[in-house]
C-alpha cells in the first residue's frame, strides 16, 4: 500500500500541483463549489414535489395534498399560454400555435 502512496506522489503530485496553479481553472472550481448547496437544495425540493405528487395519484396517499387540489402541471401551463403568459419556447411543447401572443 505504501508503494501505491510512493508512486502517487511521485508521478501524480506534480501534475496535479501544476493543475492546481492554473488560475481559470481554479475560478471554474470555486464556481462549481459555490453552486453546490444551491443545486442540491432544489435537486431535495423536486425529489419531495414529486414523491408527494406520485404518492397522490398512484397510490390514493391524500396527506399532504388533497384530492380536489391535485394540480396538472402541463394544464395550467397550457391555460397560462392561451392567456398569452408562457415564454415562446414552451408553445410547441404543449401545443399551441407559435406566432400568436396574447
Given at each position: ?24 481553472l481554479?475560478?471554474?472550481r ?40 391535485a ?32
Amino acid at each position: 500500500m505504501n508503494s501505491v502512496i510512493d508512486w502517487l506522489e511521485r508521478h501524480l503530485m506534480p501534475l496535479a500541483n501544476n493543475l492546481a496553479s492554473v488560475r481559470w481553472l481554479v475560478a471554474l472550481r470555486d464556481a462549481f463549489i459555490s453552486t453546490l448547496p444551491i443545486s442540491l437544495t432544489g435537486s431535495v425540493a423536486v425529489l419531495i414535489k414529486s414523491l408527494i405528487i406520485t404518492a397522490n395519484r398512484n397510490w390514493g396517499w391524500h396527506v399532504f395534498l388533497p384530492a380536489h387540489a391535485a394540480i396538472d402541471l402541463h394544464l395550467q401551463l397550457r391555460l397560462a399560454g392561451e392567456r398569452g403568459h408562457v415564454c415562446p419556447l414552451l408553445r410547441p411543447q404543449l401545443g399551441l400555435p407559435i406566432g400568436q401572443g396574447p
